[in-house]
């Protein structure tokens, strides 16, 4: 049985029955749209943000710094084995 607490609605409490049966209980329903954007929300997304540009910049980074060593050592076996 839901029945609101403000005259415009925007409140509306649910009361439950817990599991026993003797006490009732409040359970309060927020409308969908009525959510609000927490500093913990901002942060979290700024966090990712920063972390995601990380990973996209330091990629690259790290494909140069092991595949260049490999490249130069496989050319200095092709050269060995071109003058044998």
């Known amino acids: 049985m839901t029945t609101p ?3 415009d609605g925007q409140w ?3 009361v ?3 599991a026993a049966g003797r006490e ?3 359970s309060v ?3 969908p749209g009525s959510r609000r ?3 913990r929300d901002i942060l979290g997304c700024l966090d990712d943000a920063v ?3 990380l990973v996209v910049l330091l990629f ?3 494909i140069l710094l092991i595949g260049t060593p490999v490249a130069l050592f496989v050319r200095l076996l092709i050269e060995i084995a071109q003058r044998l």
């Open 5 to 7: 607490i403000a005259s």
């Open 12 to 14: 509306p409490v649910a």
């Open 16 to 18: 439950v029955e817990n």
């Open 24 to 26: 009732p209980a409040i």
């Open 29 to 31: 329903q927020v409308k």
């Open 37 to 39: 954007i927490s500093l």
């Open 51 to 53: 972390l995601l540009l």
């Open 60 to 62: 690259p980074l790290v």
